[in-house]
């Protein structure tokens, strides 16, 4: 069964820290690119960053420009995004998702495969 689970969300002061992962299965992520979306409730889905099926290329809405960074690993079949300097508005659950697609990456893309999302709150 082809399944993407996020995991790594949690409760952080501002200013902190966090790392998410997405792990694939079922399918090789490797032919894949990866996206980073976030949604919180009554706005729509704001896509954060993608990462083309290589890892030559990655992409950052401009609200995480300098603050996120996405990264791959292909041989553990997991994808990351690491975030720093965390703000009160990046509160949301994050999703990540799967386009077959192996030129550069784009938000703005169908994307395959969505896992469950994982919530991230920010708050003191």
């Known amino acids: 069964q082809l399944q993407l689970v996020e995991s790594g969300g949690g409760l952080v002061q501002p200013g902190g820290s966090l790392r998410l992962s997405c792990a694939a299965s079922?399918?090789?992520?490797?032919?894949?690119?990866i996206g980073w979306f976030r949604q919180v409730p009554g706005k729509e889905r704001e896509g954060v960053s993608c990462i083309s099926n290589s890892g030559d290329n990655a992409d950052y809405a401009g609200s995480v420009k300098g603050r996120f960074t996405i990264s791959r690993d292909n041989a553990k079949n997991t994808v990351y995004l690491q975030m720093n300097s965390l703000k009160p508005e990046d509160t949301a659950v994050y999703y990540c998702?799967?386009?077959?697609?192996?030129?550069?990456?784009?938000?703005?893309?169908?994307?395959?495969?969505w896992g469950q999302g994982t919530q991230v709150t920010v708050s003191s």
């Open positions: 998702a799967a386009d077959h697609w192996s030129g550069m990456c784009h938000l703005r893309r169908t994307y395959d495969y």
């Open positions: 079922g399918f090789t992520l490797g032919y894949y690119a």
